[in-house]
């Protein structure tokens, strides 16, 4: 398995852009977690999927930000508009059940919002 | 109190030593609980599962203590290949919260 794949890399944008982040899970793993870390916060989780049903985005920080898992290959994490205190690594992670089991993470999508 | 709490250290230790750190938690319905290393610039892997009072697998030792709701990481003979941020996380109602980490730098 290819594991946990997040797109892009890294993304650079202006202030007020929308920003789309995507994910593939692991085929398989039921349950998604989208986490966003930064040197003064460490890793904080944003929303976490089960089922394809989102089951806690209390971690959301405003509605500027919204994620979506249309089906069990697919999520995506929006932000609009983009402000410069959103720039962080976003991480994509999978699990086969709720809570009680591994995380697979992505590599991570690097984003700078100028 | 926060949900995990992790000393950010770093720890700086020669090779060759042994290490631990500790991780306190205030989620007492936690079962599970796991310890995460994070090199520079990845992704966190999973290091190591504790669902009882401890769990060994090598050099690494994890311990449980739920009365004190702490779990701690043992680390015998440390390596250079070790230096990294370990992050405990326990298992709750489905969300995973992780503690800010734990750096250790090992030095030759």
């Known amino acids: 398995d290819a594991g946990v794949i997040q797109s892009p890399r890294h993304e650079v944008t202006e202030m007020g852009q929308e920003v789309t982040l995507r994910c593939k899970p692991i085929?398989?793993?039921?349950?998604l977690f989208w986490y966003r870390q930064t040197m003064m916060r460490g890793l904080e989780l944003l929303i976490y999927?089960?089922?394809?049903?989102?089951?806690?985005d209390s971690g959301m920080p405003e509605d500027r930000f919204s994620a979506k898992m249309p089906n069990a290959s697919f999520s995506t994490l929006k932000i609009q508009p983009s402000e410069p205190r959103d720039s962080a690594v976003y991480f994509c992670?999978?699990?086969?059940?709720?809570?009680?089991?591994?995380?697979?993470f992505g590599s991570g999508t690097q984003l700078s919002v100028l | 109190r926060k949900e995990v709490e992790q000393d950010p250290g770093p720890f700086n230790v020669p090779e060759g030593a042994t290490v631990a750190f500790n991780c306190t938690y205030s989620?007492?319905?936690?079962?599970?609980f796991f310890w995460y290393r994070q090199d520079c610039r990845k992704e966190p892997k999973l290091l190591m599962s504790?669902?009882?009072s401890g769990n060994e697998d090598g050099r690494f030792t994890a311990q449980l203590n739920r009365a004190s709701q702490y779990i701690s990481l043992l680390i015998r003979d440390s390596k250079l290949s070790d230096s990294a941020t370990y992050l405990c996380?326990?298992?709750?109602?489905?969300?995973?919260?992780f503690g800010k980490g734990t750096k250790l730098s090992v030095k030759p």
């Open positions: 992670a999978s699990s086969y059940r709720k809570g009680n089991e591994k995380l697979f």
């Open positions: 085929s398989g793993h039921n349950s």
């Open positions: 999927f089960n089922n394809n049903v989102p089951i806690d």
């Open positions: 989620n007492s319905a936690s079962q599970s």
């Open positions: 504790v669902y009882s």
């Open positions: 996380v326990p298992s709750g109602q489905g969300n995973l919260i």
